[in-house]
Every structure is written in C-alpha cells, then in structure tokens.
C-alpha cells in the first residue's frame, strides 16, 4: 500500500521550532522529488521546500527561507523539515509529496497532513 505519513506537526509559541517527519511506504521514495507544501485557513496549498531525489538539490519558498531546512533519509524513506523561528504565519496544515515524471507520465502521491499552529 502507498503511503506518505507525516508526523510531528503541534502548537509551539513564536520563535519555536518544530521538526516535521514524513514516513513512506509502499514505493521508493529514493526516485521521487519530495515536496513539503503547507495550507493555511482561507489560503491556497503553497509550495514550501523541495529536496531532489539524491538530497544534493534544495530549494525554499522565500517566505521560509533561512528558518526552515528539508533534508532526506533515503535508506529509511523518510523526509523531514526542521522549523525554527516560527512565526503566527507559519500556522498551516503541512503535507508531505512525493512527485516524478517517468516517460512523460506524472507520478503524485499525498501525506494526510500534519497541523503546525504557531501562537502563544
């Protein structure tokens, strides 16, 4: 069965941090591009860090950028993202992803998603 699981997700006051953890099974996350998206309440999915298949490759939306950082565990088919300065803005439900192109052929799979509410 596919799966992403994300976990780790909770309230922490402003200037937290937090490390979100996103479990797959079912495929090879290895060959995927791993994606953290989050949705705040009112607001549309947006991108906020991508990591390449190899972990060599990062990239952050610049809303996040110098306080969040994605990494991979490729051998446990686990990624994380590390939080840190959290602000009230950050508050979103964060979904993990895991997308590939092969043959032309879009590949898309979906966490449940985790809450991250940021207040004090």
């Known amino acids: 069965q596919v799966q992403l699981v994300e976990s780790g997700g909770g309230l922490v006051q402003p200037g937290g941090s937090l490390r979100l953890s996103c479990a797959a099974s079912?495929?090879?996350?290895?060959?995927?591009?791993m994606n953290w998206y989050r949705q705040a309440p009112g607001k549309e999915r947006e991108l906020a860090s991508t990591?390449?298949?190899?972990?060599?490759?990062?990239n952050y939306a610049d809303s996040v950028k110098g306080r969040f950082t994605i990494s991979r565990d490729n051998a446990n088919n686990t990624v994380y993202l590390q939080m840190s300065s959290l602000k009230p803005e950050d508050t979103a439900v964060y979904y993990c992803?895991?997308?590939?192109?092969?043959?032309?052929?879009?590949?898309?799979?979906w966490g449940q998603g985790t809450q991250v509410t940021v207040s004090s």
């Open positions: 992803n895991a997308h590939r192109v092969l043959f032309g052929k879009v590949f898309d799979r």
């Open positions: 079912g495929f090879t996350a290895s060959t995927y591009v």
């Open positions: 990591i390449s298949p190899s972990g060599g490759v990062t």
